[in-house]
């Protein structure tokens, strides 16, 4: 690919049924482009390339699923589409012992949160509410005014700043505080080794840590692993106002998701998400 300083713009699509794009197949004359949100944008448009200069929508392809496809590619003279829901794990294996005479019995046991994430910000302030928007409006001013001026950083790397987390750990009551054991801590430092994994933290004024969220992220979105936070700020949710800058910053990069992973807590379903089931699986030999 050509550094973007690079590009060329050859041609423009003035009119068209799209809000984004984040799936584009091209054959002969003729580009296949899926839209990157929800809504009129979950079909599958047709642009006419025959002129570079003035590409043009040719015709919109219906696709059944909401949250549109998730890919395309072309084969000849068939262009197939993989659908926008989800194919558990679970199903694949499912089919595969069938295949070979052994019945397996998906069982739901817990679910994880998911926040499908809108095109804009601005979107998903609108779309979790008044009383929620207000409130973590209210409360990042407030914490901001207490703690000096904020700033989300960043680390992939085991620090001081993963010393940090463990610290705001070890100060929770209950079994929040009573989890990150040694040999948990070691797992800890192992994960954030690895590709993908990072430790983002919330820092007040001078530098101290507020909250902190380690996750996973990779071009498709942001998947929380584990939390915490200084307890005496309690009142004025330092983790809440972390997870609102992440999920903006996910949405900034377009992330398709923003995902919570296993637990039913209340605050995840506060910030949007959705329960998706997980399944376990039982097999009779």
């Given at each position: 690919?050509?550094p ?10 003035v ?10 197949q ?23 390339l ?22 395309l ?5 068939v262009?197939?589409a993989?659908g ?18 052994i ?19 601005d ?32 680390s992939?790397?085991?620090?001081p ?6 610290r ?6 209950g079994?929040?505080?009573a ?52 307890t ?13 800058r ?26 949007g ?8 699986m039982?097999?009779?030999?």
């Open positions: 690919l050509l973007s300083g690079q590009w060329k713009l050859e041609g423009l699509v009119d068209s049924d799209l809000v984004g794009a984040n799936r584009v091209v054959s002969g004359n003729h580009a296949f482009v899926t839209g990157s949100r929800t809504g009129a944008s979950s079909n599958i448009v047709v642009i006419d025959a002129d570079p200069a003035s590409p043009r929508q040719v015709a919109v392809l219906p696709f059944s699923e909401t949250r549109g496809p998730n890919g590619t072309v084969a000849g003279q262009l197939f993989a926008g829901r989800t194919i558990e794990a679970v199903d694949v294996f499912v089919r595969a012992f069938g295949s070979i005479g019945d397996a019995e998906p069982k739901e046991h817990e679910s994880a949160a998911v926040l499908r994430l809108p095109a804009t910000f979107d998903y302030m609108a779309a979790i509410g008044k009383k929620e928007r207000h409130e973590i409006r209210r409360k990042g001013r407030r914490l901001n005014e207490e703690s000096g001026e904020l700033a989300v950083v960043s992939d790397l085991p620090g700043a993963l010393v940090d987390f463990f705001l750990h070890h100060q929770a009551a079994d929040k505080g989890f990150m054991t040694p040999q948990m801590m070691a797992f800890f430092v192992d994960l954030l080794e690895l590709p993908g994994w990072q430790l983002d933290a919330l820092h007040g004024g001078q530098g101290e840590m507020l909250a902190a969220v380690f996750g996973y992220e990779d071009s498709d979105g942001y998947y929380l692993c584990n939390s915490a936070y200084e005496r700020l309690h009142r004025l949710a330092p983790g809440l106002v972390l997870l609102n992440l999920i903006e910053r996910s949405i900034q990069a377009g992330h398709q998701v923003f995902d919570f992973l296993k637990g039913d807590e209340t605050y995840k379903y506060r910030m998400a959705e329960p998706r089931p997980l399944f376990g039982e097999v009779v030999l």
